[in-house]
Structures are given as C-alpha cells and as structure tokens.
C-alpha cells in the first residue's frame, strides 16, 4: 500500500481545509483508514478512522464535531475535511492504513501499518 496525503496549508483560525490520501497497491476498498496528526515536540496523535466502507467513522474527541473523514473507493482516496480550525490544530497530518485488523476504535498508531509522508497544516491566530 501506498499513500500520498496532500491538501495541507496556512490557513486563519476558523477556517477551514479539506485533506487528500491517495492511495495505491491494494485494493483500497479492502482496509480501514486513519488520520493522525504530529505538532512539534508533541507525539503523533490519533485523529479519526473510517471503516473500509466508509459507513462507520470515529474520532477523538478533540475534532469531534469540526473535522469529516470520508472515503471515495471509487477513487481510491480518502479526506478529512477540517472546520473551525484552532491554532493548536498545527501539525504534520498523516493519513494511515490498517490492513490487518477488523473495524474497531483504534487509536494506537502501532496498529496501523501504511503511513502517508504528512502534510503540514498550519493555523494562524
């Protein structure tokens, strides 16, 4: 599997932005995928997940109810639309693909075994 996230940027407090992961190698339909985020000095953090057919999402709880994950198997990629960014949502974004395991609330990134190489969101005050 390779993933190739793009769509990061600067971006005012309060905007908002739209994330790609373009994916190939596997049929895309085939696994589950995430969203992760790194803020400098900080460790990687779990975002939100997507079931393989994009009936099922979850989130942390600090995005819940401003930022989407979807899915377009179709088109074998996968977005996180952001809304209402903050300035502590700057970060490198990484999407993620969890080929291994059924649909569950992982937030562990050990669990995830395809990474995209991050793009970086930057939200000014």
């Known amino acids: 599997v390779q993933l190739q996230a793009s769509g990061g940027g600067l971006v005012q407090a309060g905007g908002s932005l739209r994330l790609s992961c373009a994916a190939s190698g596997r049929t895309f339909s085939s696994y589950d995928m995430g969203w992760f985020r790194q803020a400098p000095g900080k460790e990687r953090e779990f975002v939100a997940r997507?079931?393989?057919?994009?009936?099922?999402?979850y989130y942390a709880g600090s995005v819940k109810g401003r930022f989407t994950i979807s899915r377009d198997n179709a088109k074998n990629t996968g977005y996180l639309q952001m809304n209402s960014l903050k300035p502590e949502d700057t970060a490198v974004y990484y999407c993620?693909?969890?080929?291994?395991?059924?649909?569950?609330?992982?937030?562990?990134?050990?669990?995830?075994?395809?990474w995209g190489q991050g793009t970086l969101v930057t939200v000014s005050s």
């Open positions: 997507i079931s393989r057919s994009g009936s099922t999402t």
């Open positions: 993620a693909a969890d080929t291994r395991r059924p649909w569950g609330t992982n937030e562990n990134a050990r669990d995830y075994d395809y």
